[in-house]
């Protein structure tokens, strides 16, 4: 019983290893058969994303990957386009032969001027050289670039900002909007203290001088309030 036993696993482990074996074979077939054939050379590549960018870049990117084999495209060792506003791209393969490129461009939030140069200041931070115009937000000396971060963030997020221009200094940033003079920090909560001032506390005010919202959660007025204030 004992010896019948054993044959029959060494059966069972003999087919196995044979099926397991043929399995891996097939697949080692099926990978240098593909990688070898034209079916599957790129003729297409269809590119979306593009508004800053250089063209040119973008189609010379395009045509390195025309005749390449999808299996062998990584798209982590591919060459990437030099382009400041590129911030990432992304490549989806559409077998047997089409690539759709995605370009995912740095976001424009604000003008900025440094010294004498000027630039776009872009969501992550990033500048991209600009011609100068006289309204740009001006960003003095000492201010480091994680505070032109916040700044941004607080900017995009805070409507009544736009269009306004602001001085960015090392411990908080001001800005005129609609006449009145606000003295911010470089803290996010800034978004829903501008909402709170603008819903429940300018109304009680005659006159502003100037509205401080340099610590967080605390809003000061400068000010003459109403006589029924």
């Not at 044979?18 to 297409?44: C, D, N, P, Q, R």
């Not at 115009?133 to 900017?155: A, P």
């Not at 800005?175 to 001032?197: A, H, N, P, Q």
Request: glycine share 8%.
């Amino acid at each position: 019983m004992k010896k019948k036993g054993f044959l029959k696993v060494t059966l069972v482990l003999t087919v196995f290893a044979l099926l397991t074996g043929g399995v891996v074979w097939a697949a080692a077939g099926i990978v240098k058969m593909t990688g070898s054939s034209k079916y599957f050379l790129v003729k297409t590549v269809n590119v979306q994303g593009v508004i800053r960018t250089d063209r040119a870049k973008v189609d010379a990117f395009a045509r390195s990957l025309a005749g390449k084999n999808m299996f062998d495209l990584d798209e982590n060792r591919l060459h990437r386009i030099d382009d400041i506003w590129v911030e990432k791209i992304e490549i989806k393969k559409i077998f047997p032969d089409t690539l759709k490129v995605t370009i995912f461009e740095e976001r424009p939030i604000a003008a900025v001027r440094m010294g004498k140069e000027c630039y776009i200041a872009a969501a992550s931070g990033t500048l991209v050289p600009d011609k100068c115009t006289g309204g740009e937000t001006v960003m003095y000396r000492g201010t480091d670039k994680e505070q032109l971060v916040s700044f941004l963030k607080i900017y995009d997020k805070t409507p009544e900002m736009h269009g306004s221009r602001a001085l960015l200094k090392p411990m908080h940033f001001e800005l005129v909007v609609d006449g009145v003079l606000y003295k911010c920090g470089y803290d996010e909560s800034v978004t829903d203290m501008f909402r709170i001032y603008n819903s429940r506390i300018s109304g009680k005010y005659a006159r502003v001088d100037y509205v401080d919202m340099r610590l967080r959660g605390k809003i000061y007025v400068n000010g003459v309030k109403n006589v029924s204030g």
